[in-house]
């Protein structure tokens, strides 16, 4: 973990998201009950051919080659929710040196992909070294730490939805906890990063893909943030996105196992060194396979991007 007590020294971040580690073996049948049967479906058509373990390798070689102060890993982890996914994951992520002591971990709405899932908290359970045993959700987030010059609250937006629904949550209580938090002795003087799974505004189009996909109480926390500055750290969309909430510059990083074969979409973990007065450079790894073994294309972060 960072020096607590460096405060005057950049921190170096690296924020990676929607791992969605490929399944190392077929699902049961008894696993696939309620929405899971769906997921399954969708991994065998789709999803399981766009996200490829090699790819998520290769990018996280290139994060091991980083040595950040701090990881940041924004939820989406597993695709099913499924005990043996976290298992699976927590290894993967301890042999590229993602450790406990220098890695935040989140959950997006795939890591809460049932109703059991959620209400037995199995992300937390899943990636135990992470956690506390006596981890509560809605009594523990947003998960809070001083990093050098930064105060770091990783939030919770990601809740069970029914079928064809990724929406996320985010509610007044833990706002106000991560205001709480932000205002405290602690953080004084050091630069606001929040995580979270879910983009903290209003997504482009009708009515139907907010209510789909979107984040419920974005508002509450765009207006909680007004007047304040900070960065806020996000996933879920497969893309890169750069947009200002309240007064803080929210970026969203792509997918880090998604071979998309061009754009902005292809696998990719950002870079960041931050002081006590904001962001000092942020730049995109993306990897591309290819039969060498893959290379890794580092480019500075454009200032924003269109509305997504």
Same mark, same amino acid.
């Given at each position: 973990m960072p020096n607590p007590k460096s405060r005057s020294k950049p921190l170096r971040v690296v924020h990676l998201s929607d791992l969605h580690l490929p399944l190392r073996e077929e699902a049961r049948p008894h696993e696939l009950a309620n929405k899971r049967a769906l997921g399954w479906l969708n991994l065998k058509l789709n999803r399981g051919r766009a996200h490829r373990l090699e790819i998520l390798e290769g990018l996280l070689a290139g994060v091991a080659g980083e040595r950040a102060d701090l990881h940041v890993v924004t939820g989406d982890l597993t695709n099913l929710a499924l005990d043996r996914e976290f298992a699976d994951t927590a290894r993967l992520l301890d042999r590229f040196g993602l450790t406990p002591e220098n890695t935040a971990l989140l959950p997006g709405n795939h890591d809460r992909y049932t109703i059991t899932a959620d209400l037995d908290a199995t992300f937390e359970r899943g990636f135990r070294a992470f956690f506390e045993e006596d981890l509560g959700r809605t009594r523990d987030y947003p998960r809070t730490r001083i990093a050098g010059p930064v105060a770091f609250a990783a939030l919770d937006t990601a809740v069970w939805r029914g079928p064809l629904r990724a929406a996320g949550r985010i509610d007044a209580p833990q706002i106000d906890r991560l205001l709480a938090f932000l205002d405290g002795a602690d953080a004084a003087g050091l630069w606001p990063v929040i995580a979270m799974h879910h983009p903290p505004y209003a997504l482009e189009g009708d009515f139907a893909r907010q209510y789909r996909v979107g984040l419920a109480g974005h508002e509450l926390l765009a207006r909680a943030l007004d007047g304040r500055r900070g960065t806020i750290l996000h996933g879920h969309l497969h893309a890169f996105v750069r947009r200002e909430v309240g007064g803080f510059d929210a970026v969203g *990083?792509? =997918?880090? =196992? @998604?071979?998309?074969?061009?754009?902005?979409?292809?696998?990719?973990? @950002? *870079?960041?060194?931050?002081? /006590?007065?904001?962001?000092?450079?942020?730049?995109? *790894? /993306?990897?591309?396979?290819?039969?060498?073994?893959?290379?890794?294309?580092?480019r500075p972060l454009p200032a924003a991007t269109a509305a997504h």
């Open positions: *990083v792509t =997918s880090a =196992s @998604h071979d998309a074969g061009a754009g902005d979409a292809q696998a990719a973990y @950002h *870079v960041y060194a931050f002081d /006590r007065a904001g962001m000092l450079d942020a730049s995109a *790894v /993306r990897f591309w396979p290819g039969a060498d073994g893959g290379r890794l294309e580092r």
